[in-house]
């Protein structure tokens, strides 16, 4: 197959990954992200937004957290960048429901974690969780939001996952789902911010031959099977770096968008549609290199 890298880092451009803050007020066993107390301002989300959008034009803006639910201005951000005609996507546990503060419920895609049958979620996520995002979830999906599910992958939920996803079919209707594999130990291995190995018994991380398995039988995982995931990625503590789980910084909020812009394009290297930190892979290298040998021989 032939990538077109040139395009696809084009179209990568117009979209922004944010994480404003590192709290959340869930505490996840299996949670690798450190709940570090830095958090972006409104001000400055708006500002970088506003300077970046002079060099290219910013469509889709990806926020992530910590829980940005969490966060009182967080509607009001939404709503203004929305305004700009922004298309919104926020990553949310969907345990905080501020949906009706959000004015424009067609141009935002919430994008709920659940991490497989009530009993596991729970086990994970704390009693009665399940239930409140599954609500979260419904009503999202009547007011008109687009929603989506990210949910991880241990070996324990693997086995069940086409159970999950006709259980969420018959409680939400159709929704596409993402399956990400717990971050294995060579991820947190060498990730030097977000490096929380959390509870490893009842949530043991997939082998390589099982992550293999779920990139072939699922329409959706995460990273995704070409990669391709990288983007121009502002941290809470105003780093910025080259993809949602990066660690070598691209610059910082206050340089100009034309260098983190060519910060980023001499970054890509790698398989498929590249990587913007090929040494890391977010500690796939091995496995998704075997994936591709073993794919284009058969
Ligand atoms: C760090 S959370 C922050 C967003 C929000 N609080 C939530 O739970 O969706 C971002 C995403 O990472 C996922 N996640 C958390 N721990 C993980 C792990 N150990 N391996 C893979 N994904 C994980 C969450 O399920 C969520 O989809």
Not at 183 to 212: C, W
Request: proline share 4%; charged share 25%; aromatic share 8%.
């Amino acid at each position: 197959m032939k990538y077109n890298r040139t395009a696809h880092l084009k179209n990568v451009l117009h979209h922004l990954y944010i994480n404003p803050l590192e709290k959340c007020n869930l505490h996840c066993k299996i949670c690798y992200t450190k709940k570090t107390s830095s958090i972006l301002t409104e001000h400055q989300i708006f500002d970088f937004v506003d300077r970046y959008a002079k060099v290219v034009e910013v469509k889709v803006i990806t926020f992530c957290g910590g829980e940005v639910m969490a966060l009182s201005y967080f509607p009001k951000l939404v709503n203004r960048l929305v305004k700009r005609g922004i298309y919104i996507q926020c990553i949310t546990n969907g345990t905080i429901d501020r949906l009706k503060e959000l004015a424009n419920p067609g141009m935002i895609n919430l994008i709920v974690s659940l991490d497989g049958s009530r009993e596991y979620h729970d086990s994970n996520r704390g009693t009665g969780q399940y239930d409140k995002s599954i609500i979260f979830l419904k009503k999202a999906k009547k007011l008109g939001f687009h929603t989506e599910i990210f949910s991880i992958v241990t070996k324990q939920n693997l086995p069940n996952i086409d159970q999950f996803e006709a259980q969420i079919h018959d409680q939400i209707g159709p929704i596409d789902i993402t399956f990400h594999p717990r971050k294995p130990a060579e991820y947190l291995k060498q990730h030097p911010k977000s490096n929380i190995v959390g509870t490893t018994q009842g949530f043991d991380y997939l082998t390589g031959d099982e992550m293999r398995e779920l990139w072939k039988h699922r329409k959706k995982v995460f990273p995704p099977k070409e990669l391709g995931c990288y983007q121009v990625a502002l941290a809470s503590d105003g780093t910025v770096y080259g993809c949602c789980e990066g660690f070598e910084a691209l610059g910082k909020i206050d340089d100009t968008p034309l260098q983190l812009i060519n910060q980023l394009k001499c970054r890509i290297r790698g398989l498929g549609m590249g990587c913007s930190q090929p040494g890391f892979m977010c500690g796939l290298k091995e496995v998704i290199l075997l994936h591709k040998k073993q794919s284009s021989s058969s």
